[in-house]
């Protein structure tokens, strides 16, 4: 698993910037043409090989905002406008950008349960591609920016727009970037990687459906089975094991994680049957990453013996956010045999 990890983040790489962003580890000076609403809409995934027709996947971060007729664009090309006057999204919807033709959604059913329809974009560049949400014509600032490459040393879809959406030179061609001179070599995703029908689809954080949005490469990974129009099936957090082993005078609690990306640390809860109460006074720092995951161990000396004891793990994100997992139980006291174990089931990719 670890190994397809490395795999995977070593040539699948996405980039989404327009505010200030620490790229592969350097601060870059981003284009100040970036909308006030700048995140509050999202680009989630985008399937630019699949055989029958391309598609992009919007979630709907902030649904007080009116997103009437902002506009999608591939490169320096308008695609599309989505939302005439009239259509309201809310909070937490999906909305899918289709390269087919077919008449616009009204009402959210209009076409798929679910969410929102908008069609007539034209294929998608399969090497090289800038894509970009943009306020309402007149305005050049944007919301959202995706950004993929063949990392050839070259960009073949528009370095101008590129340029614009990340920042003055980075670009060019025939440099590498990591050089000074500009250039896509060493610095984007291998979209030769991404096989048809495959896609690109931005991390859920934990908690659902919260999206990763660090401005990162690694908020992206290979989807398999496309998810349009739904919460993508990853979350920055992959669990492998969580164990509760019972001693003569302790329980002792064991974890261990595939991945992680974005985590802050854990927190244990405990339960004898009644309310969960955190173990831990402080948080249980974070040691693995986005290519590798870590193993943990939490001795519980203030378990009574013959008591059965319920145990869940908290994962909190660097931006506050959370998910729990388990529970786990055992009967404190009891010997070592005696060890309730909850495996999870690794996503491979």
């Given amino acids: 698993m670890r190994v397809k990890r490395v795999i995977l983040f070593r040539y699948l790489s996405l980039v989404l910037t327009f505010l200030g962003v620490g790229f592969l580890g350097r601060q870059v000076n981003v284009w100040s043409a970036a909308s006030e609403n700048a995140g509050k809409l999202l680009i989630t995934e985008v399937s630019f090989r699949d055989s029958a027709n391309d598609w992009v996947e ?24 989505f939302g005439s006057a009239g259509v309201s999204f809310e909070t937490g919807d999906y909305i899918v950008l289709h390269e087919e033709s077919g008449t616009d959604d ?99 954080d934990p908690g659902t459906p919260v999206f990763a949005d660090s401005n990162s490469k690694e908020n992206w990974y290979r989807e398999q089975s496309p998810t349009k129009g739904n919460a993508n099936t990853d979350t920055l957090i992959e669990l492998a094991s969580f164990t509760a082993m019972p001693y003569e005078s302790y329980v002792q609690v064991e974890w261990e994680t595939a991945s992680e990306i974005d985590n802050a640390g854990f ?76 495996y999870l089931p690794l996503l491979v990719r």
């Fill in 267 to 342: 927190n244990l809860w405990r339960s004898d049957g009644g309310e969960y109460l955190q173990l831990n006074a402080a948080l249980i720092p974070a040691q693995g990453g986005p290519t590798q995951g870590a193993y943990y161990e939490y001795q519980d000396a203030t378990a009574a013996n013959g008591v059965i004891y319920y145990y869940k793990l908290e994962d909190v994100d660097i931006h506050g956010v959370s998910t729990f997992h388990g529970p786990v139980w055992t009967m404190a006291g009891s010997m070592p045999s005696k060890t309730y174990r909850l």
């Fill in 106 to 204: 009204v009402n959210k059913s209009d076409n798929n349960a679910g969410y929102w329809d908008f069609y007539g974009m034209t294929d998608l560049a399969a090497t090289d591609g800038c894509l970009q949400i943009k306020e309402p014509s007149g305005s050049t600032d944007r919301v959202d920016v995706v950004i993929y490459s063949d990392n050839n040393d070259t960009f073949s879809s528009s370095e101008i727009e590129a340029n614009g959406a990340v920042t003055d030179g980075m670009w060019d061609s025939g440099a590498s970037f990591f050089d000074g001179l500009g250039g896509d070599e060493d610095a984007w995703t291998d979209s030769d990687d991404i096989a048809q029908n495959e896609t690109v689809a931005r991390f859920l």
């Fill in 58 to 81: 919007l979630y709907v971060v902030d649904g007080s905002v009116n997103w009437s007729n902002y506009r999608f664009f591939e490169g320096g090309t308008k695609q599309l406008d």
